[in-house]
């Protein structure tokens, strides 16, 4: 498994979801890591980062309500996302900050219903 996220499903406007991604040792050691989300027919966007030390960056419409965390003993970065709206509807996935790289993973889904 290079990179396999998980923990997305079909929530209702104003519920919670925590995304779970685990990475392979190469792909995660000591690198910064981020969760992206795409809507159909468009490209991936940057929602949180975070780097080895745990510093954290969240694009603004982020900003409040997800808090991204890691684990570097399990290779693993979490996203917990609060107070869901229909708008954060789109498949998220999770990657090192790095424009090079190419191994993506499936996703998951999250479909928040109004």
């Known amino acids: 498994v290079q990179v396999a996220e998980s923990g997305g499903g079909l929530v209702q406007a104003g519920e919670s979801l925590r995304l779970s991604c685990v990475a392979s040792?190469?792909?995660?050691?000591?690198?910064?890591m981020g969760w992206y989300r795409q809507f159909p027919g468009r490209g991936r966007e940057l929602v949180a980062a975070?780097?080895?030390?745990?510093?954290?960056y969240y694009a603004d419409f982020a900003k409040g309500r997800s808090t991204i965390s890691r684990d570097n003993a399990k290779n693993s970065v979490y996203l917990q996302i609060n107070s869901l709206k229909p708008e954060d509807t789109a498949k998220y996935y999770c990657?090192?900050?790095?424009?090079?790289?190419?191994?993506w993973g499936q996703g998951t889904q999250v479909t928040v219903s109004s």
């Open positions: 990657a090192p900050i790095d424009a090079t790289f190419s191994r």
């Open positions: 040792r190469s792909i995660f050691s000591g690198k910064d």
């Open positions: 975070i780097n080895s030390a745990g510093e954290t």
